[in-house]
């Protein structure tokens, strides 16, 4: 495994929309490992491989407790409902901002094998993908953030530092 850098804002390749991967072009198993290492050392929830520089659709996440990749995933569904929370990205340290997202999404993806999954995913899960989502499609939080970007963690919440930055 290799630590790979994370790419801050305002690189352009954070703003790109990301290509779809095709099988045997990339050694995607190896991409996940260092994709994880690296979000592991930077303490974050999730990890899009245009975050490290690779203009492509993959993205890691911890959801249901394990550190999960996802091959060019797409979101088939938002519920109505949804709900604003404070939200850090690991490509823009120390800004944190409000961001509203839906509170249960459907997710198409495949896995390092690809092999084809649809999957539920519900509050600080679904935000997490969605999240990550949106950086393969070249939007950042500071696209969404409600009234701006701040500097240092405004709200209260029950979950710790580690769970804020995605």
């Known amino acids: 495994m290799a630590k790979l850098t994370i790419i801050t804002e305002p690189h352009p390749v954070l703003h790109q ?39 492509i ?4 996440a911890s959801v249901g ?6 091959v060019n995933p797409k979101i088939v569904w938002s519920s109505s409902q ?15 901002g409000l961001v509203e997202r839906a509170v249960e999404v459907e997710v198409e993806f495949e896995d390092l094998e690809f092999n ?14 969605q999240h990550e989502i949106d950086h393969l499609n070249g939007i950042l939080i500071s696209d969404r953030a409600l009234g701006g970007l701040y500097e240092g963690r405004r709200r209260e919440s029950q979950r710790t530092e580690e ?4």
């Open 116 to 129: 084809r999954h649809r999957q539920r995913f519900a509050g600080f899960d679904a935000r997490v993908i």
């Open 17 to 55: 929309v990301a290509r779809r991967i095709q099988p045997g072009k990339l050694d995607l198993a190896k991409l996940y490992l260092d994709m994880q290492e690296t979000m592991a050392e930077a303490e974050g929830v999730g990890l899009a491989a245009p975050q490290v520089g690779l203009p």
């Open 82 to 96: 949804s709900e604003v929370d404070e939200e850090g990205c690991l490509s823009i340290p120390g800004l944190y």
């Open 57 to 60: 659709r993959f993205i890691i």
């Open 163 to 166: 769970e804020m930055t995605i």
């Open 65 to 70: 407790g394990e550190v999960r990749p996802f």
